[in-house]
T-cell receptor, first 118, second 114 residues
């Protein structure tokens, strides 16, 4: 079974609108972390946001927020007020086990290509 | 904000040749990683490195691969005898206790094996 599932190969959004990128995960470990990365066409991987399994509140970082629904095992990324520069591939990733130290063996999803239209 | 830097950005090599991909992790980070991304596919974990030894490696990281921290700043990935299927983007990453729950990636080295 896939550990990280991103069901949307591509998404389109109008500039200034909000968009939600879906991510579901599968783990039996009670301790885990969920990450979102942005990969523009230039290729680099840019960290966006992190949610720990024991975090009580949904993570937010500027225009990015993570809609964490633990019972559903979903960790959707919400981008508010989309900008043209948000056009990129977006990857959801998971770390299983305790945080910190060397445990950044991340499992990535296949990604969602977001296109922001003017 | 300090960055993970990788060189070269592009590397073209002939099948069977050795290549060394270089990375300078963020200063005072202690944990180092290599990931790869074959064109159009997922990003895959290769290896993690801490305290001058491999912490964990994936099944992809076979005897053709090795990592080294030759000095206090560089972290390298060596592929001893490249194969066509080694063509991919290789990402170096680092993490450290002072920077919270973040894994910082470099901008990648695109390796093309001909």
């Amino acid at each position: 079974a896939q550990k990280i599932t991103q069901t949307q190969p591509g998404m389109f959004v109008q500039e200034k609108e909000a968009v939600t990128l879906d991510c579901t995960y599968d783990t039996s470990d009670p301790s885990y972390g969920l990450f979102w990365y942005k990969q523009p066409s230039s290729g680099e991987m840019i960290f966006l946001i992190y949610q720990g399994s024991y975090d009580q509140q949904n993570a937010t970082e500027g225009r990015y927020s993570l809609n964490f629904q633990k019972a559903r095992k979903s960790a959707n990324l919400v981008i508010s007020a989309s900008q043209l520069g948000d056009s990129a591939m977006y990857f959801c990733a998971m770390r299983e086990g305790n945080s910190g130290g060397s445990n950044y063996k991340l499992t990535f999803g296949k990604g969602t290509l977001l296109t922001v239209n003017p | 904000e300090p960055e993970v830097t990788q060189t070269p950005s592009h590397q073209v090599t002939q099948m069977g040749q050795e290549v060394i991909l270089r990375c300078v992790p963020i200063s005072n980070h202690l944990y180092f990683y290599w990931y790869r991304q074959i064109l159009g596919q997922k990003v895959e974990f290769l290896v993690s490195f801490y305290n001058n030894e491999i912490s964990e490696k994936s099944e992809i990281f076979d005897d053709q691969f090795s990592v080294e921290r030759p000095d206090g700043s560089n972290f390298t990935l060596k592929i001893r005898s490249t194969k066509l299927e080694d063509s991919a983007m290789y990402f170096c990453a680092s993490s450290g206790p002072a920077r919270g729950e973040k894994l910082f990636f470099g901008s990648g080295t695109q390796l093309s094996v001909l």
